[in-house]
């Protein structure tokens, strides 16, 4: 079946405008994960959603970060107000996920985003 | 906090080489140790979860292992090939949610 997608795979913005990521996570997965890859730095995580559970948003650098899920599906993650700090890699990663249990995340191909 | 620190940063090596990489966290207290692969311009490749239980996982050419003690675990790739030229990361996963990742290991395999 299909994978993880995200939307758009590359974004170019200017400092100061707001951008929106799209994840898509694999039909039937409960739990979906934001992380950040920044040049020559490993993955940070971000924001994690499980059902409908609050989400852990324990990774976000700042308020300008912010990210949505609707029910167990697609999900947005915003930056408002962009510094070029902010530029990197954005991955989703979904997984089935049961009470107490630690499944294996399958991730998208990511979105590059450049703040000049 | 914990922190993952993966050993060699970059590897060059021929093919047909034996390889290990090393990964090493500071907080024994896992659930699991995920390695993935990750190439240029694409998500990253699950290759091997192992589960806090288990000593080493092995998937065709790959093999991993795990002491939770001591907080390492080492990827090994027999006969590498060119095909393998990636970038490799472990990532120990404290509960059941988020992955904290290591920097990763850069390996390059030449005919």
């Known amino acids: 079946g299909a994978g993880v997608s995200q939307s758009p795979s590359n974004k170019v913005t200017e400092k100061g405008k707001d951008v929106e990521l799209r994840c898509d996570p694999i039909?039937?997965?409960?739990?979906l994960y934001w992380y950040r890859q920044r040049l020559g730095q490993g993955l940070e995580f971000l924001i994690y959603?499980?059902?409908?559970?609050?989400?852990?948003k324990s990774g976000l650098p700042s308020d300008r970060f912010s990210a949505e899920r609707t029910g167990e599906s697609v999900s947005t993650l915003t930056i408002q107000r962009t510094q070029q700090e902010d530029s990197a890699v954005y991955l989703c990663?979904?997984?089935?996920?049961?009470?107490?249990?630690?499944?294996?995340?399958?991730f998208g191909p990511g979105t590059r985003l450049l703040v000049l | 906090k914990q922190e993952v620190t993966q050993i060699p940063a970059a590897l060059s090596v021929p093919e047909g080489e034996n390889l290990v990489l090393n990964c090493s966290f500071t907080?024994?207290?896992?659930?699991?140790l995920q390695w993935f692969r990750q190439d240029p311009g694409k998500g990253l490749t699950s290759l091997l979860l192992?589960?806090?239980?288990?000593r080493e996982q092995t998937s065709g050419r790959l093999n991993a292992s795990l002491d939770k003690s001591s907080g390492r675990s080492t990827l090994y790739i027999a006969a590498s090939q060119p095909g393998d030229s990636a970038t490799y990361l472990c990532?120990?996963?404290?509960?059941?949610?988020?992955?904290?990742f290591g920097t990763g290991t850069r390996l390059q395999v030449f005919p």
């Open positions: 990663a979904s997984s089935f996920s049961l009470a107490g249990t630690s499944p294996t995340q399958y």
């Open positions: 039909s039937g997965h409960t739990a």
């Open positions: 959603f499980q059902g409908n559970s609050a989400p852990d």
């Open positions: 907080d024994s207290a896992i659930y699991n």
């Open positions: 192992i589960q806090s239980s288990q």
């Open positions: 990532a120990v996963i404290p509960g059941t949610d988020k992955l904290i």
